[in-house]
């Protein structure tokens, strides 16, 4: 049984920084593409970001470009989302999720595509 169980997040000031991390267990992380989405309180989910299996293909959301990095340690099974000079509209729960696919060198944005998802780290972020 695959499971998947984030750490990392907490509360933080403006500017601040923060690493989530996605532990993969049942299998191994290289057979997955990993995304970060997050839903933050009365919104709906939304994608963050995305890392090919490979890990030669990454996509970001516009509003983390330049300031979240998403990576993957395939030898730990787990996959990261550094967030640096964060902003109180990134507070929210923030989930990994893993699509299992033959594909290696291609990424999702799209949610409804993950097979496997984590129960979420809340991230708050104070002005």
């Known amino acids: 049984q695959v499971q998947l169980v984030e750490s990392g997040g907490g509360l933080v000031q403006a500017g601040g920084s923060l690493r989530l991390s996605c532990a993969v267990s049942?299998?191994?992380?290289?057979?997955?593409?990993m995304g970060w989405f997050r839903q933050a309180p009365e919104k709906e989910r939304e994608f963050v970001a995305s890392i090919s299996r490979n890990g030669g293909r990454i996509g970001y959301t516009e509003s983390v470009k330049g300031r979240f990095t998403i990576s993957r340690d395939d030898t730990k099974n787990t996959a990261y989302l550094q967030m640096n000079v964060l902003k109180p509209e990134d507070t929210a729960v923030y989930f990994c999720?893993?699509?299992?696919?033959?594909?290696?060198?291609?990424?999702?944005?799209?949610?409804?595509?993950?097979?496997?998802w984590g129960q979420g780290t809340q991230v708050t972020v104070s002005s």
């Open positions: 999720a893993a699509l299992l696919t033959a594909t290696i060198d291609n990424y999702s944005r799209r949610g409804t595509e993950y097979d496997y």
């Open positions: 049942g299998r191994t992380l290289s057979s997955f593409v």
